[in-house]
């Protein structure tokens, strides 16, 4: 049932969409002018031209004037406006986006473009890991390190990280450390405070054990808070990635403008409005497929939080592969 009510989560915008622009009567405020009729008679309104959109009161006041006149009249059909391709349109521009070249010289094609965003988000959310989740274990464990860190955390994360662009740019040039520092300012400072809330929903009595027994601080976060934290914190990360997506066409207008966000702007600046919406998806697909990727790993690293026996058996079967030590941290 969940399967197909995932399946129905895509058809019926998809159903919309087709709608929209398939049913003439339903909307299509414009016309595509096929014919422009006798262009000798003048009037009041602005000629009409072959390949144009006009709106359809200015096509029909036109054509009253060529009536009057006894002229040729204007032929043509109605359509959605430019920016809204139908989705026939935008699924030929997933090919044909990846096979035309750039209208100007230089630019890059569009799978070197999704190459650089995805080094991009890669390493910016890298970089906030490496920081953010150890600040967070620590945050979320000690009390004294939580009052002195998050306070100051929880004041920076209400700036919006693209006001940081143009220092970013003064300290780290126009090339990719930029984008790469406002998808780490997007992400890091978000990743502190869910990592720390997370951390404290462990058990108490695990921590209060763990010190009753003489563990010491190393012992306490390797032994018992990492491990207790560990499939949440998988969760977390899947969530934490796709907001640093959601500052990547910011990010990539910083400095050089470059990635999908710079072919974006060529193809809407030259009008290829189904390469726009080709490219949006894409995004939309890459960020899914990715979360779907880290959704099947995760039954496969935690298999007793998916209650699949067969999973965690092959679970078990990976911990006697472990070091004797990581498996008694595990076990603990």
């Keep these: 049932m969940r399967a197909w009510l995932s399946v129905f989560a895509f058809l019926i915008p998809l159903g919309l969409w087709c709608v929209v622009s398939y049913v003439p009567f339903l909307w299509h405020p414009l016309v595509l002018v096929t014919d422009a009729g006798d262009r000798t008679v003048p009037g009041q ?29 204007a032929q043509g059909y109605r359509v959605n ?7 026939g349109e935008v699924a030929k521009a997933f090919v044909t986006a990846f096979t035309t070249a ?41 009390t004294a390190f939580s009052g002195l860190v998050e306070p100051f955390v929880d004041f920076i ?3 919006p990280a693209p006001v940081f662009g143009a220092l970013a740019v ?38 209060q054990a763990a010190r009753t027994l003489g563990a010491n601080t190393r ?17 977390d990360t899947r969530i934490l990635i796709g907001w640093a997506w959601t500052y990547l066409v910011v990010a990539e207008l910083i400095g050089e403008k470059s990635g ?23 995004i939309g697909i890459i960020g899914f497929c990715t979360d779907q990727l880290l959704a099947v790993a995760g039954r496969y690293l935690f298999p007793w939080e998916s209650g699949n026996t067969a999973l965690a058996r092959f679970g078990q079967f990976l911990k006697l592969l472990l070091p004797a030590r990581l498996r008694l941290a595990n076990e603990s």
């Design 170 to 207: 003064a300290i780290l040039g126009l090339a990719d450390a930029p984008k790469i520092a406002i998808i780490f300012i997007g992400t890091f400072f978000q990743m502190v405070l869910v990592v720390a809330n997370t951390t404290r929903q462990l058990d108490p009595g695990l921590l």
């Design 260 to 282: 999908i966000s710079a072919f974006i702007y060529q193809s809407q600046r030259y009008r290829h409005f189904d390469n726009v919406y080709a490219t949006i998806v894409m």
């Design 219 to 235: 012992q306490l976060l390797s032994h018992v808070v990492i491990p207790g934290v560990l499939p949440n914190l998988y969760r």
């Design 102 to 142: 750039p209208e100007r010289p230089g630019d890059y094609w569009l799978h070197e473009s999704l190459w650089q965003s995805c080094k991009i988000i890669f390493w910016g959310f890298v970089y906030a890991a490496l920081l953010g989740i150890p600040l967070g274990l620590l945050c979320g464990t000690f």
């Design 157 to 159: 994360r209400y700036m």
């Design 45 to 73: 309104y602005s000629y009409l031209a072959e390949e144009q959109r006009v709106e359809r009161e200015e096509f029909d006041k036109r054509n009253a004037e060529l009536q009057a006149a006894g002229a040729k009249l």
């Design 81 to 87: 406006p430019i920016y809204l391709p139908a989705p």
